[in-house]
Nanobody, 117 residues
Framework: QVQLVESGGGLVQPGGSLRLSCAASGRMFRFNAMGWFRQAPGKERELVAS???????NYADSVKGRFTISRDNAENTVYLQMNSLKPEDTAVYYC???????????WGQGTLVTVSE
């Protein structure tokens, strides 16, 4: 079992920045992907960004150039630096952990990001 604890959400004005953090604990797997999904009201959950333990990254087109994902493999932590935030970025952001080649995935409890005047 893997536990994911997120932090860093909140209210920010358009054009502002926030940094999300997610710490993983429990039974860790050497090869894995950690990332962030988000779900806005009335919409499906969507991938924001992910990064594998080998360093490969993947971003949603809507956040490219504004968001940066990073991770500290030694600390089993993943970060999402969000810059130039827009109202349409408002959503609950979920941390995600998936071991390679295994039918398992784990989710954090979610942290709310609100971009508004």
């Amino acid at each position: 079992q893997v536990q994911l604890v997120e932090s860093g959400g909140g209210l920010v004005q358009p054009g502002g920045s926030l940094r999300l953090s997610c710490a993983a604990s429990g039974r860790m797997f050497r090869f894995n992907a950690m990332g962030w999904f988000r779900q806005a009201p009335g919409k499906e959950r969507e991938l924001v960004a992910s990064k594998t333990s080998g360093g490969s990254t993947n971003y949603a087109d809507s956040v490219k150039g504004r968001f940066t994902i990073s991770r500290d493999n030694a600390e089993n932590t993943v970060y999402l630096q969000m810059n130039s935030l827009k109202p349409e970025d408002t959503a609950v952001y979920y941390c995600h952990y998936k071991p390679d080649a295994m039918p398992l995935e784990y989710w954090g409890q979610g942290t709310l990001v609100t971009v508004s005047e």
